[in-house]
């Protein structure tokens, strides 16, 4: 009797590790969440969350190409410049009428993911070199179409990607419950998320299985890039202009959510689900250290040194696993 108690002690033991191991990114909000509340009674407001959701769909978004990027095995640096171009763009042609300015904007952002793909997959560039290639051609052009912040940015769109019920952003948090089913439907249901996790864990065995690593990775950056432009047209919207600069801070963000939400550094391994839920961390980080008074420029070095420590962490744990198993 006793030895059949251990035995059912250690077997759930084991389910209870394993499923906190799966959603400890869940915990990290939680508390992180509670002591937010604890350290400042203006985190307590259902303004402050509902800004925290506004805040959250542009990461949110942005990640999701990131996410996929790296699962691929690369880096997608030119997604903050992206986001930029689209809010520069849509500024200009949003005259002329709301649907064609938000279309040209998503076929140019497919068009840069492609030539992306294209650079990577087919001309074996390094994704870092390609896209912070890329992420240095669209500064300039951005600064060409939008040298200072303006443009026309219609009210009606405003009004319905900023939509509120009462204080809660309803449109806000559609878009990252619909980016989550996305996400998981394309990661998990789909034999393109198959193929993504595939080529990122060993290229030349998805090959051999019969999947083709270069149209899968052209298709991961034109994602990205549809991605990042739509969370550019959200920016837009929310600082009622185009700017050549807005979407630079999420190149950072992206990387944060993406790696503190579980997915690899190394590719193959992750998912989006930790993605979204970090990119809620994120967001919230930015609001409670506003409300403290933190330089935005201590925001920085926060989340420098985030980077940085779940990166080396997964880095470390890799190296440690491989030594197992040699």
Do not use: H
């Not at 590790?17 to 869940?26: E, G, M, P």
């Not at 890039?225 to 837009?236: E, H, K, Q, R, V």
């Not at 980080?285 to 420590?309: D, E, M, N, P, T």
Request: with cysteine; aromatic share 12%; hydrophobic share 55%.
């Amino acid at each position: 009797m006793a030895k059949e108690m251990k035995n059912f002690a250690e077997k759930n033991g084991k389910k209870l590790v394993i499923s906190l191991a799966n959603s400890y990114i869940y915990l990290i909000l939680l508390v992180f969440w509670v002591i937010s509340c604890a350290a400042s009674p203006f985190f307590r407001t259902v303004s402050t969350f509902s800004n925290i959701l506004i805040s959250t769909v542009p990461i949110a978004l942005i990640s999701l190409g990131q996410t996929t990027a790296v699962l691929s095995g690369g880096f997608d640096l030119s997604v903050g410049a992206i986001a930029s171009m689209a809010t520069c763009i849509a500024s200009v042609t949003m005259q002329y009428g709301i649907f064609p300015s938000i279309i040209v904007v998503l076929i140019i952002a497919l068009l840069i993911g492609f030539i992306n793909g294209v650079g990577i997959a087919v001309l074996n560039i390094d994704s870092f070199i390609m896209t912070l290639g890329m992420m240095f051609i669209l500064d300039g052009i951005n600064l060409l179409v939008r040298p200072v912040p303006g443009g026309y940015v219609p009210e009606g769109l405003k009004g319905f990607l900023l939509l509120k019920i009462g204080d809660f952003p309803l449109i806000a948090f559609l878009i990252l419950v619909l980016a989550g089913i996305f996400g998981y439907i394309i990661l998990q249901k789909r034999r393109f998320g198959r193929a993504i996790y595939a080529v990122g864990g060993n290229p030349r065995s998805a090959w051999l299985a019969g999947i083709n690593p270069v149209s899968t990775r052209i298709k991961v950056y034109m994602m990205s890039a549809f991605c990042a432009a739509l969370a550019g047209i959200f920016i837009m919207a929310r600082i009622s202009s185009g700017n050549a600069n807005a979407g630079d801070p999420y190149l950072f963000d992206s990387f944060i959510t993406v790696f503190m939400g579980g997915t690899l550094v190394t590719g193959g391994v992750g998912g989006y689900g930790g993605t979204l839920v970090a990119s809620l961390i994120i967001a919230s980080l930015g609001s409670i250290l506003q409300f403290l008074g933190v330089s935005i420029w201590y925001q920085f070095i926060i989340k420098g040194f985030l980077l940085a420590s779940i990166a080396g962490l997964q880095l470390y744990f890799i190296r440690k696993r491989s030594e197992k198993g040699k």
